[in-house]
């Protein structure tokens, strides 16, 4: 039956290589390492499992071609949020978004299947793999690691700069949809209540943008913001 190492290594590294990479680009923010690489140490061993069952029953070249083919669907997933970001200022809709991006994503497997039948691609992916988790790696290892914690400092000032500082509000209406796509996606029209924010004197952003799909990092990385 051969051996089963490439067809687990490879959609492995294709599992583990964006939480790596956000993992060491966030190195400094204080963001552990296990609140990030959790979510492909849950998902590895369910892809193991399945790749070990192929290899078993069908034998290495079909695990071979599977692990080319789910590797394809990997980078179509991990990379729809940046096909989405770059159609946006095209003005296409969100839903014809997703169907350039479904289409995308069927023709890449199916390039991936084809491919697939030559022994070079396991090996090229393996490789390409590698790489792709030993960079950012590498980079968050020999980073200036923070645990997110804020220390005193030695001498604290003899007077406050201000002897008053203002009270800052900073809203975050969670999973609130923007108003233009609240108009776009579901034809609300949320004007009013954002014309009684404004006439209370809060400052509305009508182009905010969330920096991560998870509010903990969203909320840190804004107020990290100089």
């Known amino acids: 039956r051969g051996n089963p190492a490439a067809a687990l290594f490879v959609p492995a590294c294709f599992v583990a290589a964006p939480f790596v990479a956000f993992l060491a680009h966030n190195a400094e923010a204080g963001v552990h390492a296990w609140d990030v690489l959790r979510y492909p140490a849950f998902a590895l061993p369910f892809l193991a499992t399945a790749m070990l069952a192929i290899w078993f029953f069908a034998g290495r070249t079909a695990a071979d071609r599977v692990a080319v083919v789910t590797t394809a669907a990997l980078l179509a997933f991990f990379n729809y949020g940046a096909l989405s970001d770059g159609l946006e200022g095209t003005g296409i809709s969100m839903p014809v978004r997703l169907l350039v991006w479904v289409v995308l994503a069927f023709g890449l497997a199916a390039v991936a299947l084809a491919w697939s039948r030559h022994r070079s691609a396991i090996r090229f992916l393996a490789v390409a793999g590698a790489i792709l988790v030993a960079i950012p790696l590498a980079q ?26 203002p009270d800052i509000y900073y809203i975050v209406p969670d999973a609130y949809g923007r108003a233009d796509l609240l108009a776009e996606e579901f034809d609300f029209d949320n004007s009013a209540f954002l014309d009684a924010l404004r006439e209370r004197g809060f400052e509305v952003v009508d182009d905010a943008l969330a920096h991560y799909p998870v509010t903990f990092l969203s909320v840190a990385s804004t107020l990290d913001m100089d």
């Not at 200036?144 to 500082?165: L, V, Y």
């Open 140 to 165: 968050y290892l020999a980073s200036d690691r923070s645990d997110g914690t804020i220390q005193a400092t030695a001498e604290a000032p003899s007077e406050p700069a201000f002897q008053r500082t």
